[in-house]
């Protein structure tokens, strides 16, 4: 009997897999001949957030749908994040999507109207906030799972996992992925995620009995020169080790702008032959009008954190104004823009960049 669909779609980024996750994709195969898992986020970092990397949630996958990934009615694929851009995500997923169908579908003969000759849906909880995809890809149907498994959260999964004494989650994950997080555990990576969670509480301890949740305001500096940009390495947590943007926390008494200059100075040290750049000869290379603010709610793990962007461009020049790390950098280098890698950077600084310079 033919089954509902070709194809069914699933997006999620599984961090952990949960019971909630294998109720979809096991509903999505009794509808469809096969399903699609992708993979979201697959080029961050590890953050307390997005503690496994693509490989590793695609093993919890697999691990725990042996025999449909054996039988290839489950493919799984990652799906990185365009952040602050929503239309080049959408084409992101219609081109993995139509690249998978088409290669599988060929594989039973000739297809001639592409796309179109398959049957395409997507899968997922109807009423969870963390399926907004839902509504973007009209072009294909819908299968809207609901059901008391719509309630597992894998925040609270996190939570009680990256801590010293880890509780590991026996009963809202399938046994192959509590097997992982079991060896996970004894890890390097988990060793600094835990630490880095215990900042993040420590952090947000501090402001538990403000009358409201506070909002922090920063200011971000993207400084380029010849082809490359100066970033720091951050020395402390969070995002210990990780590149940045030259930025910080604005001051009372100080404007974006001024907080800005400031903060590039204290951690970069710009200077040039003549010795530490002025602050108005800095602010003569903002280009104001590229100037932008960049507020995800969930763009930093500290809380609402609002930030505004400033575009320098350096003149050019043989040699690049001379940098070393300073304040709370590690240190201080110029990168060359082709050589970035998203998984390097902290929080949302790689799409901050990647918008402002048009990477």
Known sequence: MSKEFDFLVFIGRFQPLHLGHRHVV?????????????????NLGRSVR??????????????TFRKAVADKRLIIRP??????????????????????????????????????????????????????????????GHLDISGEYSAFTATQIRADLLRPAPILPRDSCPAEVVEFLADFRLSEPFADLVREAAFISD??????????APTFVTVDAIVVQAGHVLLVRRGEQPGKGRLALPGGFVDQQETLRDAVIRELREETHIADQKGPIPPAMLGSFIEDAESRVFD????????????HAFLFRCPQREALFSVRGGD????????RLGDLKPEDFFEDHWFILQAMVGL
């Open 26 to 42: 096991e509903q999505a195969l009794e509808k469809a001949e096969r399903v699609i898992v992708l993979v979201g986020s697959a």
């Open 50 to 63: 997005n503690p496994f990397t693509f490989a590793e949630r695609e093993q919890m996958i697999r691990a």
């Open 79 to 140: 799906l990185d994040d365009v952040s602050y851009n929503d239309s080049a995500w959408i084409a992101l997923v219609q081109k993995s999507v139509d690249d998978i169908v088409l290669e599988a579908g060929n594989s039973g003969g000739m297809v001639l109207h592409g796309t179109a000759d398959f049957r395409v849906g997507l899968a997922g909880f109807g009423r969870d906030s963390s399926s907004y995809y839902l509504k973007l890809f009209p072009e294909w």
């Open 203 to 212: 952090y947000k301890a501090r402001w538990a009995s403000a009358p409201y």
């Open 296 to 307: 995800e709610p969930h763009r930093s793990s500290r809380g609402r954190t609002i930030t």
């Open 328 to 335: 709370d950098a590690a240190c201080a280098a110029w990168h």
